[in-house]
């Protein structure tokens, strides 16, 4: 079975102070992995997609990378806009239906 | 920037009953998708939709659930005899291919419901 997990659960940040998220998968075969941000009452929004080992995207303050093993998530000089919730999901090759498999997510906070 | 609608934003509904929710996928997309999330844990898949046929669902997606094309711009789940435990946030996505190459899966801002 498909497992993300991700880590830590919540984290609490001063502005500008630098951190990393965490997720580690065990999958059949990845197709992709996937970062989301989702704020109170909202639905996901697309982050990146990662597809192989050693590939890396950023946006903005934000940074993803990838291993066989884990993703990380970088967010560089954080500002209180940035706190939400950010999820990892992962498609693998196995099924028809492209479905997503989500972590738990990290609850970030970002304060003045 | 296009964008997944999803009505209503909140459903009360009393247990037994029968609930529709309703999404707009963005008009290009061709994969149409149900997610639900219940109140503090994560969010699951339920059933993916594609060429007018469910293409995938979960262990969740039972016989009292359905989803539907019913035209070209709507995609509907319905829940025929609603339970206590259906009680989630039900978020509809979209995407134009399979994987994220097209900007990955796009999500609607969902539908809360509540079984009372």
């Known amino acids: 079975e498909d497992q993300v997990t991700q880590s830590p659960e919540a984290l609490r940040l001063q502005e500008g102070e630098s951190s990393s998220l965490n997720c580690s998968y065990t999958?059949?075969?990845?197709?992709?992995l996937f970062w989301y941000r989702q704020d109170p009452g909202k639905g996901p929004e697309f982050l990146f997609t990662?597809?192989?080992a050693g590939e890396e995207k950023e946006k903005e303050r934000l940074k993803a990378t990838l291993t066989k093993k884990e993703s990380f998530l970088h967010i560089t000089a954080p500002k209180p806009e940035d706190s939400a919730t950010y999820l990892c999901?992962?498609?693998?090759?196995?099924?028809?239906?492209?479905?997503?498999?989500f972590g738990t997510g990290t609850q970030l906070k970002v304060e003045l | 920037e296009p964008e997944v609608t999803q009505t209503p934003s909140h459903q009360v509904t009393q247990m037994g009953q029968e609930v529709i929710l309703r999404c707009v996928p963005i008009s290009n997309h061709l994969y149409f998708y149900w997610y639900r999330q219940i109140l503090g844990q994560k969010v699951e898949f339920l059933v993916s939709?594609?060429?007018?046929?469910?293409?995938?669902k979960s262990e969740i997606f039972d016989d009292q659930f359905s989803v539907e094309r019913p035209d070209g711009s709507n995609f509907t789940l319905k829940i025929r005899s609603t339970k206590l435990e259906d009680s989630a946030m039900y978020f509809c996505?979209?995407?134009?291919?399979?994987?994220?190459?097209?900007?990955?899966?796009?999500f609607g801002s969902g539908t809360r419901l509540t079984v009372v």
């Open positions: 996505a979209s995407s134009y291919g399979t994987g994220g190459s097209s900007g990955g899966y796009t």
């Open positions: 939709f594609y060429n007018n046929e469910i293409s995938e």
């Open positions: 990662l597809y192989s």
């Open positions: 999901a992962v498609q693998t090759l196995t099924g028809g239906g492209n479905k997503l498999t």
């Open positions: 999958v059949s075969g990845l197709r992709g």
